[in-house]
């Protein structure tokens, strides 16, 4: 069977982009040791801080922010990291080639209940010869070289692309490797589940009460057929369940902050999924453009989000 080293060693990835991979999937299996300890470490409950977004900080937020923030730093090729728990982009080695932008702990609220969580991480290639600067970051995630995700779950999974596909390779604890145990993951065509959080359901655009409601009405509504629905509060997880056997997700705009585009962050969710989403076939859009076509111009800029397969998202977006 094939492991990560083995699929990479194969590919066309520039070797420094190998190497950034490598740093920060090794890094992923020391988070998920982090997590297996849970209570019996001292590491669950409240940071007692708040991000620049205002959310407060779990102390596993805190931890697995730190262990990227410092193996991604110590790497040569690393150029800047943004994190979803920083306030600013951190500029690295001026002389490194790569940007990475991670959520280090996606569904912070599931850590709590031993419930599923993950890592994002979206990777551009950009070179210059001053200390990389915010404005230096804000780049269509179309221009993504690599992106993925570690979910800590039963098992501990890595999906990844670096622009040929998506593969998925589970975590063997015995051999300490990533196995490739999916190649070339297509999204289902035909959706027969959804995820959205209906408690936001008052805040919606009629556009979006529409499409919903014709989902939830099923047989016996214009659909004319019954569709579940799923909201594991991890982007991360949702989505791998539409890789996994179809379906769609959606945070779209609502008006409960009208200051806000969206919940999700462009650069540490949106974009990197829909990078993952396009590789499989599927589609992410926001109600108006593609997600990779956004120009950023913040870096912690939220967005609303329709992905999954291609079919379903055009239907929703035709209401
Ligand atoms: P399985 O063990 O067959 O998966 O069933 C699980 C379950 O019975 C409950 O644990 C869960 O609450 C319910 O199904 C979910 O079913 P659904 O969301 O499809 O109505
Ligand atoms: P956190 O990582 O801050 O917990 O956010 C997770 C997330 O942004 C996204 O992964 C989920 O889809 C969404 O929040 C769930 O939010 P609600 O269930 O509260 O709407």
């Known amino acids: 069977m ?17 190497t ?30 708040e991000n620049v977004q205002g959310e407060e900080q779990k102390k596993l937020d805190v931890i697995s922010n730190d262990m990227l923030k410092e193996a991604l730093m110590a790497c040569p090729a690393v150029r800047a990291i ?19 932008a991670f959520d280090p702990l996606d569904g912070s609220s599931n850590i709590d209940i031993n419930a599923m969580v993950g890592t994002i991480f979206s990777i551009y290639h950009n070179t210059g010869d001053a200390p990389a600067t915010e404005a230096d970051f804000l780049i269509q995630g179309k221009e993504q070289v690599a992106a993925g995700y570690v979910l800590y779950g039963p098992s501990t999974m890595l999906v ?38 209906m408690s936001n359901q008052r805040f919606w655009s009629n556009k979006i009460q529409s499409y919903v409601s014709d989902l939830v009405q099923g047989k016996e509504g214009p659909r004319d057929k ?6 594991v509060a991890a982007m991360v997880g949702d989505v791998h369940r539409i890789l996994c056997r ?11 902050d009208p200051s806000k585009a969206g919940k999700l962050r462009l650069m540490y969710e949106a974009n990197p999924m829909a990078m993952l989403l396009e590789q499989a076939g599927g589609k992410a859009h926001t109600h108006t453009q593609r ?8 870096i912690h ?12 998202v055009d239907k929703c977006l035709s209401y």
């Open 82 to 100: 943004a994190s979803e728990e920083e306030d600013y982009i951190v500029p690295a080695n001026t002389d490194g080639e790569y940007f990475i």
């Open 301 to 312: 800029q939220r967005v609303a989000v329709i992905l999954g397969a291609a079919n379903e």
């Open 160 to 197: 990844l692309t670096t622009g040929n596909g998506v593969n998925m390779f589970t975590y063997d604890p015995i051999n300490s490797r990533f196995v490739l145990t999916h190649d070339n993951v297509q999204v289902a065509k035909e959706t027969q589940e959804f995820a959205i959080n």
């Open 246 to 256: 179809g379906g769609v997700f959606l945070y779209p705009w609502d008006n409960k």
């Open 2 to 18: 094939q492991n990560l080293s083995d699929v990479l060693a194969s590919s066309t990835t520039p070797d420094a982009l190998k």
């Open 226 to 231: 019954n569709f579940n629905m799923r909201w």
């Open 20 to 49: 950034v991979l490598t740093v920060t999937t090794d890094t992923c299996v020391d988070i998920s040791n982090a997590l297996k300890q849970g209570s019996l470490a001292g590491i669950l409950g409240m940071a007692g801080n």
């Open 291 to 298: 997600i990779l076509d956004i120009q950023p111009d913040a």
